[in-house]
């Protein structure tokens, strides 16, 4: 098989279970937190690093922002041989009380973007695979236990539905309203396309995002570098980071 045209990867070039966050910066701050790691390939918004963490191999990819551009890296990752995703990005809240610093597991993904529905009918759902989806809730709620966490605000994980969403600068009252009337936890731009095309290919994916801002609260969010994060959310990226890298060790 010839390499990927994006990736530029082929296969025996990485693992069965990759760390997709958006940003290629953070790639190097997972790869920073395991034991070994080798940069593979880069282009473009994508950067591709085969690791080791606690004896499991895995590999570490970017996605850039947005549903379509995570597509690319899901299609062409599971066409040389990545069978399982977890995306570890960051989010913005859309429940009263959800603070700065929180995480959220999400459990399934309103399909508020285009990409997706390329795929298959909205009606559809865009939900993570048990098996990660219950890796990823053990592996925090073992974090919690281990670090003596009170459940205090900017530490707390919640568990639950999300939306992803194309328009960054397009959610809007109106949309923000909805969404914290039907329960959405938070909105980010990538899970729905993760989520539906992994499940297509019978493949798995899951994702745990920490919050960066309160869309209900009005707190400001920052998506694109870890260093514009504010600094409790820049604090427990590292710890969402470490709990997806936990929970690749029983998958």
């Not at 701050?29 to 790691?37: F, N, V, W, Y």
């Not at 913005?92 to 399909?111: L, N, R, S, Y």
Request: with cysteine; glycine share 10%.
């Amino acid at each position: 098989m010839a390499k990927q045209p994006h990736l530029l990867v082929e296969a025996g070039d990485v693992h069965d279970i990759a760390l997709i966050p958006g940003d290629p910066g953070r790639v190097d701050r997972i790869a920073g937190l395991c034991d070994t790691s080798e940069v593979v390939a880069e282009n473009r918004e994508y950067k591709v690093v085969n690791a080791t963490f606690e004896g499991r191999e895995l590999t570490i990819c970017s996605t850039g922002i947005g549903c379509p551009s995570a597509a690319i890296a899901v299609e062409e990752l599971a066409a040389v041989g990545v069978e399982t995703f977890i995306r570890v990005g960051t989010t913005g809240a859309t429940q009263a009380g959800i603070e700065i610093g929180d995480m959220v597991v999400a459990t399934g993904a309103a399909k508020e973007e285009g990409t997706s529905k390329r795929y298959e009918a909205v009606e559809y759902p865009a939900v993570p695979d048990y098996d990660v989806l219950s890796g990823l809730v053990e592996a925090a709620e073992a974090n919690e236990a281990a670090d003596g966490e009170t459940g205090e605000a900017g530490s707390r994980v919640h568990v639950g539905p999300i939306a992803s969403d194309d328009a960054f600068y397009a959610e809007t009252d109106e949309y923000v309203d909805d969404w914290e009337r039907a329960g959405l936890l938070s909105v980010e731009m990538e899970a729905a396309a993760v989520f539906s095309i992994a499940r297509r290919k019978g493949l798995a994916a899951g994702a745990i995002c920490t919050v960066d801002g309160n869309l209900v609260e009005g707190t400001q969010k920052g998506e694109t570098d870890d260093e514009e994060l504010p600094e409790k959310a820049k604090n427990n990226v590292e710890r969402a980071i470490h709990i997806a890298l936990t929970a690749t060790t029983d998958l």
